[in-house]
């Protein structure tokens, strides 16, 4: 007999279209401004993984992203428009079956998929002499892919950065809306073991108000990190989908700074005013 796995077993049509169904990444170009790179990621099952990238310095940081269930193109581009302008190259995944990528959507098929995507990216910057450091980013459900992926390829990384993410996956569920007797007993993420056992840097991004993990819940998260260059930043917002669509020059100028400090390159000091005598 074979083994299924929990997440396998959260792979149901009433859990999938819970958890997705505000998911909004249809559409190539509504805007201008919106505009960037679509790149195809064949999977081994004939899947074709879409990648949005906005491109930056092909030496500066590229940042491999993995959007939240509550996503949508408006707040892909205040992160892509807003990175890129600072120079860093922003890659953002669309799940199996969501937006432009092939095939069903798959919970068991995030993972797997998450390391084809990296993989993927990683020959499309070595063909285009992009020698950038590789940082991987996620939101609430895309924190717990990008951690599991960043478990497996820490030394290819510089950093991770996880917004709105959660301890326990249980607690996750249940606050998003699905019934609790629709989740299966066991662990269904382990972020708490995957966060242990990761010893780069991590930035957690977590609003005050979010009603899915309180700040003392996700500190459970916070306090596994290893390295001693981890930071939990509180980020004055609403909701975490209030969080995601108020992404400013304040925000993004702090995971930039972060993101360079972990390079060695720190900002520049601001002149001092000087006082009229």
Known sequence: MVAVTPLEELDTPQIRDSLFGTLDLSG???TRKQACLLLEIPTRDNVLLTARIFEGKPEDPHILYFPAEYENLESL????????????TFCSLDYRGCGLSTGALSMPKL???????????????????RPGDLVLMGRSIGSAIALDLAAKK???LLCLILESAFNRGRDYLVRKGIDEELIPKGPLFDNRKKMASFKKPVLFIHSPRDLIQSLSEV??????????ATQF???PSGTREELAMHV?????????????LRRGIRPKLKPRRQRRR
């Open 219 to 228: 500190e459970w998260l916070v306090v596994e990190s290893r390295s001693k």
């Open 28 to 30: 190539k170009e509504p």
């Open 111 to 129: 993972f797997p998929d998450a390391e084809t995507f990296f993989d993927g990216i990683k020959n499309w910057m070595k063909g285009s002499e």
């Open 154 to 156: 820490e030394q290819e």
């Open 248 to 260: 400013g020059e304040v925000y993004l100028d702090f995971v930039h700074q972060y993101v360079n």
């Open 77 to 88: 581009a205040l992160l892509g428009e807003g990175f890129k302008s600072r120079g860093f």
């Open 233 to 235: 930043q509180i980020a």
